[in-house]
């Protein structure tokens, strides 16, 4: 029985192109997620047609099964805090990028990569800000944070996000050369020491959990150094993300965040768009075994892999009641 401090919001942010990821999302938190557990889930639209965008992720409501009536859909402009009081250069920075920018930027030949998200802006930076901004339309204790790709593959619930002392779970990893840039981006961003780059620390990916009071308080800190956060990610992010500056305010370069959180969050056995199909093999393997309830594939993975493998991870979801067969994988990802 999951105890009403341990509830969890499921935030996943989509855009059109990760709606067919966003189906095996849904059918796999209605077959594996203890729906005790689960607060809300809140899928962010975050698409330059957002009228559609909200149509299409409706219509995916029956794909959550009994979960159905928990699903929220949240438009952007509902993740902006309403009591803040904007400068007057804020207030044209904005009209600027809800308005001009991103028609300018759906003029150039790679508008598809960088003119997908919200009013035309980067898809990728815009779905970092409304990760953090979620929390202000969350009412749940605890909040899960998901990519579209991630999907469960076993059992799951409270107890896998939530330690037994109440805090949420998170571990430690080595750090690698691209995170070592993304920290010292982020803690310098908001004037804090950066870690040792031999000191272990949280990951950058998902799945993440933490409390919702501690993300408000840590997104309205770092609104007050670097403003309102969909504007920064839209044309001032650099080489920040959105989970190292929270690790960054948090933490404060003082070893703070491992105070906060206990250890044993699940790892999500997920192949990037980067990864090859060697890769992909081996995670699936690790996904037969057993090795974690959640995985993930980015769509571009399933669509250039080689066609053995394709069919074999269409088997394998098939296995896992996430689709009816291979011809409807093939169908939902136009493969």
């Known amino acids: 029985m999951t105890g009403p401090r341990q509830k969890l919001d499921i935030v996943t942010v989509v855009f059109r192109g990760e709606l067919p990821l966003l189906v095996l999302q849904a059918r796999s938190l209605a077959r594996f997620f203890d729906a005790d557990a689960i607060g809300g889930i809140h899928v962010i639209v975050n698409d330059r047609a957002e009228a559609d965008c909200v149509r299409a992720v409706e219509a995916l409501r029956g794909e959550y099964g009994a979960l159905a009536p928990l699903l929220r859909v949240v438009r952007p402009a509902e993740l902006r805090d309403p009591k803040r009081r904007e400068s007057a250069g804020q207030r044209v920075e904005r009209w600027v990028v809800n308005n001009v920018r991103g028609r300018i930027r759906n003029l150039l030949p ?16 815009m779905q970092q800000a409304f990760k953090l901004m979620s929390a202000r339309v969350l009412s749940a204790p605890n909040v899960l944070i998901l990519d579209a790709k991630n999907h469960f593959i076993g059992q799951a619930g409270a107890a896998n996000f939530i330690d037994d002392m109440g805090r949420p779970r998170s571990r430690a990893v080595a750090q690698v050369p691209m995170q070592g840039r993304w920290i010292e981006a982020s803690f310098g961003c908001l004037g804090y020491p950066s870690p040792p780059s031999d000191r272990p620390v949280p990951p950058s990916v998902t799945p993440v959990v933490l409390g919702r009071r501690r993300l408000l308080g840590a997104v309205a800190a770092m609104e007050q150094k670097i403003g309102p956060l969909d504007l920064f990610f839209a044309h001032k992010r650099g080489e920040t993300t959105e989970f190292m500056l929270l690790f960054a305010e948090i ?51 399933i ?11 269409f088997g394998f979801w098939q296995d896992r009641g996430l689709i009816r067969d291979a011809a409807e994988a093939r169908a939902l990802f136009n493969v």
Do not use: C, I
């Open 251 to 301: 933490d404060k370069g003082q070893g703070l965040w491992a105070q906060e959180f206990g250890d044993g969050l699940p790892v999500s056995l997920t192949a990037f768009s980067s990864s090859d199909d060697a890769y992909l093999g081996e995670l699936l393997q690790a996904a037969r075994d057993g090795r974690s309830p959640l995985m993930g594939v980015h769509r571009r993975r």
């Open 303 to 313: 669509t250039s892999t080689a066609e053995d493998l394709r069919s074999a991870l």
């Open 110 to 125: 790679q508008r598809e990569r960088l003119a997908s998200g919200w009013r035309g802006n980067s898809g990728w930076a």
